[in-house]
C-alpha cells in the first residue's frame, strides 16, 4: 500500500512523463484542466498509467470526477 | 471577378536523408553525397526478423526528436514531426515572426500531403491492441495516424484557419499539394501557404509490400550505388523518408511585408493516367499532359524551360516513360536531373523536396548531378547531367511527379 505521499510523487511523474510538466507543480490544490491545462486525451493516458502504477481500477465516469491532483491522490489511495 | 494573382516562394524548409534543413542538403546535393545506406541493424530488427530481400533505405540525417521536445514529440507520429520540422524552417525563413503578426490566420492556409500517414503508429498500435488489449492503446493513435495529421499539427502550430488540406496522391503528393497552394493563392483566397508533403514509412510493412510489388532495388550490397535513375543498369527505387516545405505567398502581399523572394511557383499541372494502378502508362501522356499544363497557366513556351527536375525513381518501367513525356511537352532540349539518386524516393515528400531542389537550381544556376549514372539507357534520349553538377543560367524549370494510382503533377518555377 502506497502512502498518500508515495502516490502524489509516482501521479507527479507520469504527468512530467505525458504532459511535460515539472513534477514540483503537480501539488494536490492543482486542477488537471485549469491550472496544468491538461486534455482529454492526456487524462486517458495518465489514468492508464496510473492504474498500471498502482494496481487501481479508473473508470471513465470516475475519470470524469477527478478535476484536481488530490482528488485523484484520494481516490487511488481508497482503491487500491 | 479579381485578377489572377502572381505567386512567389518567400521560405524553404527540409529535412533529408541527406541534411536536417535545406542548406545541409543542398550542400550535400551538389557535393555529390548519396542518402542511401544499410539499414538492417538493431532499430531495423524486422528485416532479419523477415528475412526482407531489400536491406537498404534512405532514412534521414537528423532525427526529428533532436529538434522536438520531448513531451511534443510522443504525440505526434514520425510523419508529423517532420512535416513540423520542415514547416518551421520555411516559416522562419520567410521571416513572418509570429503566429498572427504579419499574416492575418483566416488568410493563411496549409496545404502538406503525405503517402500513407501515419503507419508506424497505426502497425504500433495494431500490436499494442493484439498483446495487452484496448487500454494499452493510445488515445492519441487516430490524430497520430491520419494522413490529414501532417497538415492539420501544421495549421495548428502558425495558426492557419483560412484552410488545411491534405492531398493524397502517393508519390505525386508534395507537388499536388504545390499545386493546390497556388490554386488557392491565384484565386485570391488567402494570403499565404504553408505547402509541401511529409513521409516516414519506413516500416517492415510497407517495405515489404513495396519489395512484393518488385519495385525496390535488391542493390544491398551497394548502397550508396543502389539509387540510379536514367542507368541501364537500375533496378527499383530506395525508400527515403523526410519533408519539404514552402511558403508561398501572393506576390503583391509579399512585396508589401518586404519579404525577400527566392523564386517564382509559376504554374502546376494535375492529370490522372486512368490507366493501371501502379504503373505508369508506356507513352507519358497524361505525365506530357501536366507538363503542358503547367507551363500555359505558367505563361511559358516550351523554349523557356530549361530544365526539368524528374521524378525518375530508378524502377525499369518509369524513367524511360518519363523522359518521352518531357519530349513530347517541352522537346529535346531541356537538361534533366534526378534527386532521387541521392536522396532515395520520399513518396509523399519527394515532390515537395525536389521542388525546393528546382527552385535552388534557378536561384544559384547550378543542376546536381544524377548519382550512378554510369551508362545512359539507350532508350533515353535527352540531355541527363551526371558526373558534375552543371553550372546553366536557367529562366524557368519543371518539376515532375508521378505517384501509383496514375497522378501526375508538374510544378513550374521562374527566376525572380
Known sequence: MASNEEILTGLAEIVEEVAGIDTADVSTEKSFVDDLDIDSLSMVEIAVQAEDKFGVKIPDDQLAELKTVGDAVDYIAKNQ | ?416
Not at chain 2, 125 to 144: F, N, W
Request: charged share 20%; aromatic share 4%.
Open chain 2, 1 to 416: 471577378m479579381s485578377a489572377v494573382q502572381e505567386v512567389v516562394v518567400t521560405g524553404l524548409g527540409a529535412t533529408t536523408p541527406l541534411g536536417g534543413n535545406v542548406a545541409s542538403t543542398w550542400e550535400a546535393m551538389l557535393a555529390g553525397r548519396s542518402g542511401v545506406r544499410r539499414i538492417d541493424d538493431e532499430a531495423h530488427e524486422w528485416i532479419t526478423r523477415h528475412d526482407l530481400p531489400v536491406k537498404i533505405a534512405a532514412p534521414l540525417a537528423v532525427e526529428p526528436t533532436e529538434v522536438i521536445p520531448r513531451v511534443k514529440a510522443r504525440r505526434l507520429d514520425r510523419v508529423e514531426q517532420v512535416a513540423l520540422v520542415a514547416a518551421k524552417e520555411a516559416w522562419e525563413h520567410a521571416g513572418l515572426g509570429e503566429p498572427g503578426e504579419q499574416v492575418d490566420p483566416t488568410r493563411l492556409a496549409v496545404v502538406i500531403g503525405t503517402g500513407v500517414g501515419g503507419v508506424i503508429t497505426l502497425l504500433d498500435q495494431d500490436d499494442l491492441l493484439e498483446t495487452g488489449g484496448l487500454r494499452k492503446v493510445s488515445p492519441l493513435t487516430v490524430p497520430m495516424l491520419m494522413p490529414n495529421g501532417p497538415a492539420a499539427w501544421v495549421g495548428i502550430e502558425y495558426g492557419a484557419q483560412g484552410a488545411v488540406h491534405a492531398p493524397v496522391s502517393a508519390c505525386a503528393s508534395g507537388a499536388e499539394a504545390l499545386a493546390w497552394a497556388l490554386r488557392l493563392l491565384r484565386a485570391n483566397e488567402v494570403d499565404v501557404v504553408i505547402a509541401g508533403g511529409a513521409e516516414a514509412c519506413i516500416t517492415g510493412l510497407t517495405v515489404a509490400g513495396f519489395a512484393q510489388a518488385r519495385t525496390l532495388s535488391l542493390r544491398n550490397d551497394e548502397p550508396e550505388r543502389a539509387s540510379r535513375p536514367f542507368d541501364v543498369d537500375r533496378d527499383g527505387f530506395v525508400l527515403g523518408e523526410g519533408s519539404g516545405i514552402m511558403v508561398l505567398e501572393r506576390a503583391e502581399f509579399a512585396a508589401a511585408r518586404g519579404a525577400t523572394v527566392h523564386g517564382r511557383i509559376a504554374g502546376a499541372g494535375i492529370t490522372a493516367d486512368a490507366y493501371h494502378i501502379t504503373g505508369p502508362e508506356p507513352e507519358g501522356r497524361g505525365q506530357s499532359r501536366a507538363i503542358t499544363a503547367a507551363i500555359r497557366m505558367a505563361g511559358l513556351d516550351p523554349s523557356d524551360v530549361g530544365h526539368v527536375n524528374c521524378h525518375a525513381t530508378s524502377t525499369v518501367a518509369g524513367d524511360v516513360g518519363e523522359t518521352r513525356a518531357v519530349r513530347k511537352a517541352l522537346g529535346d532540349h531541356p537538361v534533366l536531373t534526378a534527386p532521387k539518386s541521392q536522396l532515395g524516393h520520399m513518396v509523399g515528400a519527394a515532390g515537395a523536396v525536389e521542388s525546393i531542389v528546382t527552385l535552388l537550381s534557378i536561384r544559384d544556376g547550378i543542376i546536381p548531378a544524377t548519382l550512378n549514372l554510369e551508362k545512359l539507357d539507350p532508350g533515353i534520349e535527352l540531355d541527363v547531367v551526371a558526373g558534375e553538377p552543371r553550372k546553366v543560367d536557367l529562366q524557368a524549370a519543371v518539376c515532375d511527379s508521378f505517384g501509383f494510382g496514375g497522378h501526375n503533377a508538374a510544378v513550374a518555377f521562374t527566376k525572380v
